[in-house]
T-cell receptor, first 109, second 112 residues
Framework: DAKTTQPPSMDCAEGRAANLPCNHSTISGNEYVYWYRQIHSQGPQYIIHGLKNNETNEMASLIITEDRKSSTLILPHATLRDTAVYYCIGYTGGFKTIFGAGTRLFVKA | DGGITQSPKYLFRKEGQNVTLSCEQNLNHDAMYWYRQDPGQGLRLIYYSQIVNDFQKGDIAEGYSVSREKKESFPLTVTSAQKNPTAFYLC???????????FGDGTRLSIL
């Protein structure tokens, strides 16, 4: 499973887009990129996942580079409730899923 | 997630005791997982189960045991062999093993 690298923390102004980067240079061809977030003292929440193409859902957009070595999660209009730790993981199945320390996003009014 | 119930929310254990954490789901998902989270850290996989009556060790299975006798239930026992059990324990489910995971609200275990 791919090792992922994320910045430890980021700030974003409320109402602006939050762009969270993730490097996954060791990702293999059949590994999906998944994003989750964890609000303090709660279980992680699934956000989005993708393999090659960019993806969008009601929560966020996922942009994956053509070489698949990195991706960016975009929250188009961040709110205070988006303050959380965001995890990027790459895996082919649940048995080796490891969530790293993630990126702590602070959305400020 | 509303379909995954972990209980209790807080649990205290005396030295040398075994304790069992409950995880129940009504999502009709085949796969279930147990993770451990230490303060400021990510999640580490303890055990996972792809189907009833089957389960596999994750990366940190020592000192833990599980059972999967029913599709809806995947209890985790923290045994006295686990020397540092204080942590936040999270149960997750997914439709199949390679699908997005849905998490419960966790159980916080502390040693008295």
């Amino acid at each position: 499973d791919a090792k992922t690298t994320q910045p430890p923390s980021m700030d974003c102004a409320e109402g602006r887009a939050a762009n969270l980067p993730c490097n996954h240079s060791t990702i293999s061809g059949n590994e999906y990129v998944y994003w989750y977030r964890q609000i303090h003292s709660q279980g992680p929440q699934y956000i989005i996942h993708g393999l090659k193409n960019n993806e969008t859902n009601e929560m966020a957009s996922l942009i994956i580079t053509e070489d698949r070595k990195s991706s960016t999660l975009i929250l188009p209009h961040a709110t205070l409730r988006d303050t959380a730790v965001y995890y990027c993981i790459g895996y082919t199945g649940g048995f080796k899923t490891i969530f790293g320390a993630g990126t702590r996003l602070f959305v400020k009014a | 997630d509303g379909g995954i119930t972990q209980s209790p929310k807080y649990l205290f254990r005396k030295e040398g005791q075994n304790v069992t954490l409950s995880c129940e789901q009504n999502l009709n998902h085949d796969a279930m997982y147990w993770y451990r989270q230490d303060p400021g850290q990510g999640l580490r996989l303890i055990y996972y189960s792809q189907i009833v009556n089957d389960f596999q060790k994750g990366d940190i299975a020592e000192g833990y045991s599980v059972s999967r006798e029913k599709k809806e239930s995947f209890p985790l026992t923290v045994t006295s062999a686990q020397k540092n059990p204080t942590a936040f324990y999270l149960c997750a489910t997914s439709f199949k093993i390679n699908q997005p995971q849905h998490f419960g609200d966790g159980t916080r275990l502390s040693i008295l």
